[in-house]
């Protein structure tokens, strides 16, 4: 009886994240360890200050987000992204200040 009660939360909850979301929980996981990835590699880029950069991603197509101080920093940002493992496509959404 326990066991039954354990599967159908689970199964519940399965089903209201594909509900909420429009993705499974595969594709929701798979999102979001790309997220975490691309912000690893902005983080970790030592050449640019890309610490301010918001990351979403859906269905592997990954949104950049905020504002950016020159040019050269919008397109290392969306060019550290591309080179994430997985990414299928880059929306560029980078705002340069204007300081």
Do not use: W, Y
């Not at 990835?37 to 990351?55: C, F, M, P, Q």
Request: proline share 0%.
């Amino acid at each position: 009886m326990i066991k039954k009660a354990i599967m159908g939360l689970m199964f519940l909850t399965l089903v209201g994240c594909q509900a909420m979301t429009g993705q499974t929980m595969g594709e929701n996981i798979d999102d979001a360890s790309l997220t975490a990835s691309v912000k690893t590699s902005l983080v970790g880029d030592k050449a640019a200050n890309l610490t301010r950069i918001e990351v979403d991603t859906t269905n592997g197509v990954v949104s950049l987000n905020g504002v950016v101080d020159s040019a050269q920093q919008k397109s290392r940002a969306e060019e550290l992204t591309r080179r994430v493992n997985g990414v299928k496509g880059v929306k560029n959404n980078l705002q340069i200040s204007s300081r």
